[in-house]
């Protein structure tokens, strides 16, 4: 049980870190969709499409800790769907300008 505690809390922190991250760069961020990395600019989908895989690699490692997969469907069709949704999050909250 104290386990269980101690990951939630953990997400719960990591949570409200991501949300506020969001808000402070969507408030702050009026320029155009490209990424600067290393000197080399980037289309902000590359950068969008890379941040929605981590976050579904995130909800698939709190799949796996809460024991939650019995609860889901289809696992390509569940992931596949979540990848597209937090790419589309990503691209909404720091380009939506």
Same mark, same amino acid.
């Given at each position: 049980m104290k386990a269980r505690r101690i990951v939630?809390?953990?997400i719960a922190v990591g949570l409200a870190f991501v949300v506020v991250s969001f808000i402070a760069v969507s408030l702050f961020s009026y320029h155009?969709?490209?990424v600067d990395v290393l000197?080399?600019?980037? /289309? =902000?989908w590359m950068v969008c499409i890379v941040?929605?895989?981590a976050l579904t690699f995130v909800a698939y490692w709190i799949v796996q800790v809460c024991s939650l997969k019995r609860y889901i469907? /289809? =696992?390509?069709?569940?992931?596949?769907?979540l990848m597209i949704i937090f790419t589309f999050a990503t691209w909404i909250l720091f380009y939506g300008n």
């Open positions: 939630l809390t953990f155009s969709p490209t000197g080399s600019y980037f /289309p =902000a941040s929605g895989l469907g /289809p =696992a390509p069709l569940i992931y596949s769907c």
